[in-house]
């Protein structure tokens, strides 16, 4: 594959031994970069039952196919590994500058296994690759750790840094990997594997070219779209009205959506652009799953993102992203002292830390964005296991005594932030509370109130709103993301244009979704097959929800790779990106079945009042027709020996990486 | 010969970033906010006086918004 390197780095923290391994050039064909040469390597490497913070777990930095050729939206890195919250496969995605970064040192990817008997950080710039002490920068939180490295090991060209804080270096469960002062791949818990190998950053300072097939080509592609999203603009003031736009979703049928309202909506506020509307919509949980709108009145005009807009001082763009999201905001004067700055909190942790835990309090959510990036924890999990702690104080499940005298009541931002502090220093309540919600429930009791799916806590839409993310949710490898596919996301997709067996997107009422049927299944496929293609590719999900004609995945990766291929085939690479991590989890004795919805979020009982009112899912049965479509036996979810053979999957675990 | 630096035309900019990541001394940073409408993006310049001449970031941008032109000679 002309826009890959064919090598890897692979770093043995026991030993010491840091060799090149070249990949065969059958892997890129199969499973491109990104998150499918992540799975391919992990299965081929990893024996099977390894402990995920023991030495044998590996983990992993993969850049994407694209990345680094004049692609747009392809500056995405992936991280791979075991993941110790689940016990099975594990990754978590990030933008950033660090994916252009592995491939400047001359690798699509470094793979570390084995644990140091001290804290290190590896280096590696065009000729050098080596292990240093750490001791130095061990405790320090993540942008701090960054900023300093980045200081004491410049040479000409600027490091970039990947690290972990305080959270990873305590084993956290629920703790991530930052770049670019708290831009974090937060989930899976990669951050304690990390931590568990005593590996403190990643430091890398490459200049080497990144190759590519058919550079005019790229570039021709890159420059349409950049135009385009240059004159993206929407009227000022808006950002009010977003409420009531969630409102009318919530009440309108189902039905196929422009994608450049997403590049319009992402340009204009980032992902807070979402927050009104999954208030009102029914896409955002509320109350710990357990509340609708009429719950948290005056919730929305707290979070309208034009209050957000008001202290942002520059947009935030990872690499090779035209569109910028993100934003740095000035915080100097809210409330909460001790930052000067903030990345623009995302959706998610707006809507953890606000209505799920019944907070209006916006600047205080800022200042635990900002605390949370800094120690490298999961904003996901860790408002999910907050908002599982209010709800059991508020039950008397938890006792003042228990909470180290916190008043853990809805909407108490001091007390929750007291919490986070606890959970990021271990002290206190904080240290159970700092491995996610199942096992803080096994350990206090409220299982039954523990949003979680195989140990990992959901994203921050509803499964009741959105019969597919229900699947999702539970039919992943990686059981809880969000981010596989919606809804709402396949309506401004247009699939079907690209790939002769996705369903197309059409108008039709809601409460068809909630009977078990062929046809979301198959969407539920297509929505899974091309994110793991975007991942491979090291795409941005947001260029995914603008559609195949504006993000023309398929022509970029064909120009870059100089290759020929249709959508039909870049959709079976996803299809085998998928299977080889339902592989992962087979292999390491994790059953697809054990992942199921805690019944809140199934509607059971169904919530009194908002859009969800009274919806109830029969998600098992929709999940075993999602599995049917892969040809994965329906009740197990174990993939079949037949679909193992479409997908030519035998073959390409026969091959594996061979020393240079 | 005489050296050679980049020079951007900001209008065309859309904030990538690959210039900066290209740059093999790290001269550029996104550090020039500049107003487009309403948005403030994060534009290219020239951070540190280190630059080499080497073209690389004019070659990277897909938006060709970077031009090399001779330094002055004093």
């Not at chain 1, 959105?466 to 949710?473: I, K, R, Y």
């Not at chain 1, 992962?584 to 809140?600: C, M, T, W, Y």
């Not at chain 2, 035309?9 to 309403?38: D, F, H």
């Amino acid at each position: 594959m002309k826009s890959c390197l064919g090598k890897v780095l692979r770093v043995d923290l026991t030993t010491g031994e840091i060799r090149t391994e070249q990949i065969p050039e059958s892997v890129y064909e199969a499973v491109l970069s990104g998150k499918g040469l992540g799975a391919w390597y992990l299965y081929q490497n990893m024996p099977a039952g390894a402990d995920p913070l023991g030495p044998d777990n590996i983990l992993g930095f993969v850049s994407g196919a694209l990345t680094g050729t004049g692609a747009f939206f392809t500056g995405r890195w992936t991280v791979v590994c075991k993941s110790p919250l689940t016990g099975g496969w594990g990754d978590a995605n990030c933008g950033g500058v660090f994916a252009p970064a592995i491939k400047q040192c001359g690798y699509d990817a470094i793979f570390f296994t084995g644990i140091s008997d001290h804290p290190v950080y590896l280096w590696c710039d065009n000729t050098t690759a080596e292990l240093r002490d750490a001791s130095a920068y061990w405790g320090l939180d993540a942008t701090e750790a960054e900023e300093q490295l980045c200081r004491d090991t410049r040479r000409k060209k600027k490091p970039c840094v990947a690290s972990i804080g305080q959270a990873g270096e305590n084993l956290s469960l629920i703790s991530g990997i930052c770049n670019e002062g708290g831009r974090i791949a937060a989930r899976s818990g990669v951050g304690a594997v990390m931590g568990s190998k005593r590996l403190k950053a990643v430091v890398l300072a490459g200049t080497k070219p990144m190759p590519c097939a058919d550079r005019e080509q790229v570039v021709a592609l890159s420059k349409k779209l950049g135009t385009k999203l240059n004159k993206m603009s929407l009227p000022s003031g808006m950002g009010g009205m977003l409420g009531f736009g969630g409102t009318m979703l919530g009440k309108m049928p189902s039905m196929p959506l422009d994608g450049s309202l997403t590049a319009y909506l992402f340009k204009e506020w980032g992902t807070p652009s979402n927050t009104p509307m999954a208030i009102t919509s029914g896409d955002g949980p509320i109350m710990n799953w357990a509340g609708g709108p009429k719950d948290v009145p005056g919730a929305v005009r707290a979070y309208n993102p034009e209050k957000i807009n008001r202290i942002e001082f520059q947009k935030y763009h990872c690499y090779s992203c035209p569109m910028g999201c993100g934003g740095r905001l000035d915080i100097k004067d809210i409330a909460y002292k001790g930052f000067p700055e903030t990345h623009k909190p995302e959706y998610e942790t707006l809507q953890a830390f606000g209505p799920l835990c019944k907070n209006n309090d916006l600047e205080s959510v800022f200042f635990i964005n900002e605390l949370l990036n800094r120690a490298g924890m999961d904003s996901i999990s860790a408002g999910n296991t907050v908002a599982w702690a209010i709800e059991c104080y508020e039950a008397g499940i938890l006792t003042k005594e228990q909470t180290d005298g916190l008043e853990l009541s809805w909407g108490n931002a001091p007390a929750i932030i007291a919490l986070i502090e606890r959970m990021i220093s271990r002290e206190g309540i904080g240290d159970i509370l700092a491995d996610g919600v199942k096992r803080a429930a096994a350990h206090f009791g409220g299982t039954e109130r523990a949003m979680q799916i195989g140990g990992q806590e959901p994203g921050m839409h509803d499964s009741r709103n959105d019969p597919q993310l229900a699947v999702h949710f539970v039919a992943e490898p990686a059981p809880g993301k969000h981010t596989i596919g919606m809804g709402l996301q396949y309506g401004a997709m247009s699939l079907c244009d690209i790939c002769s067996w996705a369903p197309p997107a059409k108008v039709h009422s809601k409460a068809e979704d909630l009977i078990p049927n062929d046809i979301l299944a198959w969407i539920a496929k297509a929505n899974a097959c091309y994110s793991m293609l975007v991942d491979g590719a090291g795409g941005c999900y947001y260029a995914e929800m603008m559609g195949v004609h504006m993000w023309r995945l398929v022509d970029y990766l064909n120009a870059a790779a100089g290759w020929d291929y249709d959508g039909d085939h870049y959709m079976q690479i996803g299809e085998r990106i998928q299977t080889l991590r339902q592989l992962f989890n087979i292999k390491h004795g994790v059953a697809p079945k054990s992942f199921v919805l805690p019944d809140r979020m199934e509607g059971k009982p169904p919530l009194t009042n908002g859009p969800l009112k009274g919806v109830q899912l029969r998600n098992g049965e929709q999940v075993s027709l999602y599995w049917k479509t892969f040809g994965w036996d329906q009740e197990t979810g174990i993939p079949t020996q037949e679909s193992l053979n479409n997908l030519q999957i035998p073959k390409l675990l026969e091959v594996d990486a061979h020393g240079a | 010969m005489a050296r050679k630096h980049p020079v951007f035309s900001y209008e065309n900019c859309v904030s990538c970033g690959i210039c900066a990541q290209a740059c093999p001394v790290s001269c550029l940073a996104m550090t020039n906010i500049r107003k487009q409408g309403k948005y403030k993006k994060p534009c290219p310049e020239m951070a540190e006086d280190t630059c080499i001449g080497c073209s690389i970031c004019a070659k990277e941008c897909p938006m060709d918004v970077i031009t090399m032109v001779e330094d002055a000679v004093s």
